[in-house]
């Protein structure tokens, strides 16, 4: 195996061109466990009540996505109505600060000309109102076992902005809530039910450490991510064996594993690139914090699957 992958490495050397690549990446897919991992498992669930100026948006817009649910394959808590007794009821309430603050700011104009040019010019003031709008939502999810409040955050959004009487326009107050309430219902979302994402990571392209061969069979395997990212991965574990604990080469073999699923090898590996590749720290980091995600969404969801189909709800 490793003789086939060694021959693939060398041939396509000569294909590549002198042209300098752009960042190579590899593509990974997986799935994601909600924030709020105990309320997840709650199999029914149901939005009642949101007190508040613009608490019934922020009830309609969250039931929206909970209602869209499953569309990803996933399994999930089931959406029903409150009058059938659901296993978890969201409530909640909204609030709106909206303040403006006048001030002033200074222009010039030109109040002479000669030959075309300002030879002298005019300072004068204009009116300018800046203008913040505070959004605060309370939610909590009650179950109905009278187990607790598996869930319960408070979110905020802000914005600031200016204008004057003689540039910009004044903000909609209500054009800027609804972005806050829509922003708001789809984090919510991400916080009661696992879901998918797909996404590309740049591999590691430095060659420090490695012979002027290894080097090249490395730069051939950066190559082959976009092209072909089962024969990228099988060329750095090829590498690998040549030259053990290369920090980039052990980072891009993290990253293989995170695209593979195999996510207990990938933490392993990305542990050892923090030794090895101190320039990839922050990457490194990020890989860690993806793959121990990436692990507690796969079984949730797997107990998810395992568990009976909900019954008695009456739909």
């Known amino acids: 195996m490793r003789w086939r992958v060694a021959t693939l490495v060398g041939g396509m050397v000569a294909a590549m061109t002198a042209t300098p690549a752009a960042a190579e990446t590899l593509r990974v897919e997986g799935v994601f466990p909600a924030q709020a991992r105990e309320a997840s498992f709650l199999p029914t669930i149901a939005v009642g009540r949101f007190d508040g100026p613009d608490g019934e ?22 959406l029903i109505p409150p009058s059938l007794r659901p296993d978890g009821l969201l409530t909640g309430g909204t609030d709106v600060a909206v303040a403006d603050s006048d001030y002033t ?22 009116a300018c109102v800046a203008r913040t709008i505070d959004f605060r939502a309370d939610l909590r ?12 955050v408070r979110k905020t959004r802000d914005d600031r902005h200016a204008w004057c009487e003689d540039s910009g326009v004044a903000s909609d107050v209500s054009s800027v809530v609804h972005g806050f309430i829509e922003s708001v219902a789809a984090e919510v979302r991400l916080d009661l039910a696992p879901h998918a994402e797909s996404y590309t990571i ?14 090249a069979r490395f730069k051939t395997a950066v190559w082959l991510t976009k092209r072909d990212p089962a024969a990228a991965c099988a060329a ?16 891009n073999l993290a990253l293989c594993a995170e695209a593979a699923g195999r996510y207990a090898e990938a933490a ?13 720290g922050g990457e490194v980091s990020k890989g860690l914090g993806r793959v121990g995600a990436l692990a507690a969404g796969a079984q949730d969801v797997a107990a998810m699957r395992a568990r009976p189909p909900v019954r008695g709800t009456g739909l």
């Open 57 to 78: 948006e922020l009830a309609d817009a969250i039931e929206r996505r909970l209602g869209k649910l499953g569309e990803d394959g996933l399994p999930h808590a089931r």
């Open 105 to 126: 700011e200074s222009r010039e104009r030109c109040v002479e000309k000669k030959d075309g040019k300002c030879v002298s010019k005019q300072k004068y003031r204009v």
């Open 141 to 152: 999810l009650d179950t109905r076992s009278g187990g607790g409040q598996p869930y319960a």
């Open 202 to 215: 740049r591999v590691q392209e430095r060659r420090d450490g490695l012979s002027p061969e290894v080097a």
């Open 236 to 251: 750095f574990a090829a590498i690998d064996q040549m030259v053990p604990d290369n920090g980039s080469t052990t980072f």
């Open 268 to 280: 392993d590996r990305y542990a050892r690139a923090r030794l090895f590749a101190p320039k990839a």
